[in-house]
């Protein structure tokens, strides 16, 4: 079955501790995608990779980081730089990272704080 | 059909009957736009898609409207059904972003027997 797998479902962080979110897509798909949905808002992007060894910073990479080193592979690294983590964090993938490309989705990692 | 502060605009719909969803966009020059629906607790899944040369899609239950003049897209869901309960949210591409989109908060579908 084809698919993007974000894991863990559910994380806590303390206090002053790295976190890495895992995302694996068996799609083929050169773009990968982070992005964190706050309640109430639209999703906002955090880091994109438009093929592998290549990401680039989006709208609020502040306190997070990634590596791109296989293709089916996009973790996300949360750091204690990160002040406010609380959030659901999706994965996402598509065919290419040129534009009209529908972008398809995990089913998330929720982080909490301890 | 956008949000304002945490909590999303609500449609409630008795089962059986059509529901529309609405979705209002700013940037001009966005050409793609997809619905997408998510239900507590999972990722977006994608509903539907519709480039700007087209003003009407349709799939299966579900039709997307596009008008560019006023800067409006609506998802109309026929027979709505219990399953069909989650947040709906639109999400625009332009030409010149290569695949990077706004998404929409969203609005809450409530399917009532």
């Known amino acids: 079955d084809g698919g993007i797998t974000q894991s863990p479902k559910y994380l806590f962080r303390k206090e002053g501790q790295n976190v890495t979110l895992s995302c694996e897509q068996n799609?083929?798909?050169?773009?990968m995608y982070w992005y964190r949905q706050d309640p109430g808002q639209g999703l906002r992007l955090i880091y994109y990779s438009q093929i592998v060894n290549d990401f680039q910073k989006g709208d609020i990479a502040e306190g997070y980081s990634v590596s791109r080193e296989k293709k089916e592979s996009f973790p996300l690294t949360v750091t204690s730089a990160q002040k406010n983590p609380t959030a659901f964090y999706l994965c996402?993938?598509?065919?290419?990272?040129?534009?009209?490309?529908?972008?398809?989705f995990g089913d998330g990692t929720r982080l909490s704080i301890l | 059909g956008e949000s304002v502060g945490l909590h999303l605009p609500t449609l409630s719909v008795q089962e059986g009957d059509n529901s529309i969803i609405n979705c209002a966009y700013s940037?001009?020059?966005?050409?793609?736009f997809i619905w997408y629906k998510q239900e507590s607790g999972k990722g977006p899944q994608f509903i539907i898609d519709?480039?700007?040369?087209?003003d009407k899609r349709q799939g299966q239950r579900v039709t997307v409207l596009l008008n560019k003049t006023v800067k409006h897209l609506s998802l109309q869901i026929a027979a709505t059904q219990p399953g069909d309960s989650a947040v709906y949210f639109c999400a625009e591409n332009s030409d010149d972003s290569w695949g990077k989109f706004q998404f929409g908060a969203g609005t809450q579908v409530v399917v009532t027997p």
């Open positions: 519709i480039r700007s040369n087209m």
């Open positions: 799609l083929n798909h050169d773009a």
């Open positions: 996402a993938s598509s065919r290419t990272a040129s534009s009209n490309q529908p972008q398809h």
């Open positions: 940037n001009s020059a966005s050409d793609y």
